[in-house]
Nanobody, 124 residues
Framework: EVQLQASGGGGLVQAGGSLRLSCAASGFTFDHYAIGWFRQAPGKEREGVSCISSSDGSTYYADSVKGRFTISRDNAKNTVYLQMNSLKPEDTAVYYC????????????????WGKGTLVTVSS
């Protein structure tokens, strides 16, 4: 059974604070897949935030998080991390991780697997 389990949210963090999200994967060949993070704020569409490829570990960041968020992966643990620093209230959203084969596109309809989200709440 394919599983992507996002964790690390659930509490309240103040603006300017940091949080690390984890995405633990099982049931598929993890090191063949790019892993992306999406987020969905209340009343807004789901947007791609960051992604890390499987082949060369290349990364992508949305402009809104560039310089503040860092994505990394540990293939030995089948886990991807999203380190979020200098958090802003507008980062408040449910964060989802998803998998696609090899290369990052962060194309919503092209993702092969999705996990359930984890809520990040940033207070002003």
């Amino acid at each position: 059974e394919v599983q992507l389990q996002a964790s690390g949210g659930g509490g309240l963090v103040q603006a300017g604070g940091s949080l690390r999200l984890s995405c633990a994967a099982s049931g598929f060949t993890f090191d063949h897949y790019a892993i992306g993070w999406f987020r969905q704020a209340p009343g807004k569409e789901r947007e791609g935030v960051s992604c890390i490829s499987s082949s060369d570990g290349s990364t992508y960041y949305a402009d809104s998080v560039k310089g503040r968020f860092t994505i990394s992966r540990d293939n030995a643990k089948n886990t991807v991390y999203l380190q979020m620093n200098s958090l802003k209230p507008e980062d408040t959203a449910v964060y989802y991780c998803a998998a696609e084969v090899e290369v990052c596109t962060l194309y919503y309809y092209g993702m092969d697997y999705w996990g359930k989200g984890t809520l990040v709440t940033v207070s002003s």
